[in-house]
């Protein structure tokens, strides 16, 4: 089946989709992005998503590039074209195009790209697997909160994780408190049952919107969260693990730097805690949270 990507426009067949050699996203990063789960058909979480998409070029003073009705139309015209029912698409907005000069242009467009990905939600089957984390020295900029293409600290973090065989790295400050994971966000559950992440206030982290979206849930469903700095050591310690991203939802940590979490499996609060997200997301009757920066 052919694969179809949109560019500033146009829908055009994978392989040919091209961005301009002196685009800024390209050249400097000067872009935000955002990656949307298509669960049954279903955007989940669209509204947050878009949410965080206009915080971060707000941050980043760049426009929108079309209004929100005409972007979300876009982005089902392109699952439309790919015949693509379970996957995540990627969008991309970027400064545009200009000569090369680190000050803004006083002249240019933004630019937007999309691509689409199939991949598969079967939650008994997610529950099965149990990954691996590892720590490493989080070396990213001071401004976390904005969602830009700038990952190269990110990258790093990642393949140090596979080099190890492990799944994911989570990151760690100068003080020793976990901050998040290099493509999602870090929770633990204490022995006491608490569940525990990193609160979003400042720049220190990018808030996901699964993340947001849980918040609520948890509020919801009367599960006591608590948000506040963990260390490596207490994650050691946790009685349970996981992460969160917008495709790989809620995902099992059973070890970090290669100490045992738990029983090795996934744990009845990070099950439960999947199962009532999954319900959230696929639910096309279900109204959906709007996502903050705090």
Not at 134 to 151: F, H
Not at 186 to 198: C, E, F, H, P, Y
Not at 270 to 287: H, N, Q, R, V
């Amino acid at each position: 089946m052919p694969r179809y990507s949109y560019v500033n426009g146009q829908y055009i067949p994978h392989g040919d989709a091209v961005v301009h050699i002196e685009d800024r996203g390209f050249q400097f990063a000067d872009s935000v992005y955002e990656v949307v789960a298509l669960i049954d058909g279903r955007f989940a979480d669209i509204v947050g998503h878009l949410d965080r998409l206009e915080r971060s070029l707000s941050e980043l003073r760049m426009p929108m590039p079309m209004p929100r009705r005409a972007l979300e139309l876009a982005m089902a015209e392109t699952v439309r074209r790919n015949r693509i029912r379970n996957g995540a698409i990627y969008m991309q907005v970027t400064r545009g195009v200009a000569p090369r000069d680190f000050k803004f242009p006083k002249k240019a467009s933004s630019s937007l790209v999309m691509t689409v990905r199939p991949v598969t939600y079967d939650m008994e089957e997610r529950k099965k697997i149990c990954r691996a984390a590892v720590t490493v020295p989080d070396i990213r900029w001071q401004r976390r909160d904005i969602k830009t293409t700038g990952l190269l600290a990110q990258v790093l973090a990642k393949q140090s994780a596979v080099d190890k065989g492990a799944f994911e790295a989570w990151m760690v400050d100068e003080k020793g408190f976990v901050t998040e994971a290099s493509s999602s966000n870090a929770w633990i559950v204490d022995k006491s049952g608490n569940l525990i992440t990193r609160p979003a206030a400042g720049n220190m982290i990018l808030k996901g919107v699964t993340r947001s979206a849980m918040q609520a849930l948890c509020k919801k469903n009367k599960i006591k969260l608590i948000e506040r700095p963990f260390s490596v050591k207490e994650s050691y310690q946790a009685k349970e693990a996981f992460t969160s991203a917008a495709t790989a939802l809620i995902v099992p940590i059973t070890s970090i730097d290669g100490k045992k979490i738990g029983d090795g499996k996934i744990g009845k609060l990070t099950a439960e805690i999947l199962d009532m997200y999954f319900a959230y997301a696929s639910d096309s009757a279900s109204k959906q949270f709007h996502w903050s920066p705090l």
